[in-house]
């Protein structure tokens, strides 16, 4: 079984099969399958993070993904293993901050992450640590600018903006959601400041007891050579996680 967790749909990608509603110009009948896909998470996903550097080197790291959603926050357990062992708790809480912390082998303690470095990821900035939350499906300000194609797939096109208090690096998101099963096939994530845009596609859809997934990931910066993937070599859409899994005793134990 090969998955990816979004908004994940992401961190993070997995929602429910049934009939998408008639999103139309209702930006919150296009939020329905997203937000429902962060709110029944219960996943584990084993694969690896691939930089492909502009002249085609290969740079890879094997890691293992666990999210759970528990009321009022999604939590998300990145451990990654060589070359370089880390293990990034991360959560998302639709109605209050959102926090990222770290651990290394020999830390007493998991650490704070600093928002500034969010931008960051285990393989530079092309998978942020920011990327594998997917807060914008619950940012205040949502447009479905049209229905429109990608590729063969009729999409709506939604537009996600933070508020005021959203801790974000990104101005805008704007994704591609296949109007038949709700799912984003690709996404434009716009970085504050420089107006940088991050292009995220996703292949490999398929259906497996009533979960949609993707197989990978791929996110470049338009206008620039080299790409990041994400790719997911086996895992569970329901794993039946529980709190224990994402203790600060857990994030230590390497």
């Known amino acids: 079984m090969r998955l990816i967790p979004t908004a994940l749909a992401a961190l993070l990608i997995l929602l429910p099969s049934a009939r998408a509603a008639d999103s139309k110009s209702d930006p919150q009948a296009a939020l329905t399958r ?3 896909s962060l709110q029944s998470a219960d996943f584990r996903a084993v694969g690896h993070l691939v930089r492909v550097d502009p002249s085609g ?6 890691l293992t993904l666990k999210a759970h959603w528990f009321p009022g926050v999604l939590r998300v357990l990145c451990e990654i293993a060589a070359p370089a062992p880390a293990h990034i708790l991360l959560e998302m809480r639709p109605n209050g901050p959102d926090a990222i912390q770290i ?3 020999g830390d007493k303690a998991p650490k704070a992450l600093p928002f500034d470095q969010w931008t960051d990821g285990p393989l530079g900035p092309g998978f942020s640590y920011e990327d594998l939350l997917e807060p914008q499906y619950f940012w ?3 447009i479905v ?8 797939r009729d999409c709506d096109l939604l537009k996600s903006t933070p508020g005021p208090s959203d801790r974000t690096h990104y101005a805008e998101v704007r994704s591609w959601l296949d109007r038949s099963i709700g799912f984003p096939v690709y996404a434009e994530k716009t970085l504050k400041g420089t107006g940088k845009v991050k292009e995220f ?8 007891s009533g979960v949609w997934s993707a197989s990978q990931v791929e996110v470049k910066m338009r206008g620039q050579s080299g790409s990041t993937l994400l790719i997911v070599d086996r895992g569970s859409a329901k794993a039946n996680l529980d709190q224990k899994v994402f203790s600060s005793e857990q994030l230590i134990h390497f």
Do not use: F, I, M
């Open 140 to 142: 205040p300000n949502q």
């Open 201 to 208: 596609t996703y292949y490999g859809l398929r259906q497996n």
């Open 57 to 62: 080197k290969r740079t890879s790291y094997a």
């Open 34 to 36: 997203p937000r429902q």
């Open 145 to 152: 600018l049209k229905q429109t194609k990608y590729g063969a």
């Open 103 to 105: 651990a290394h082998p």
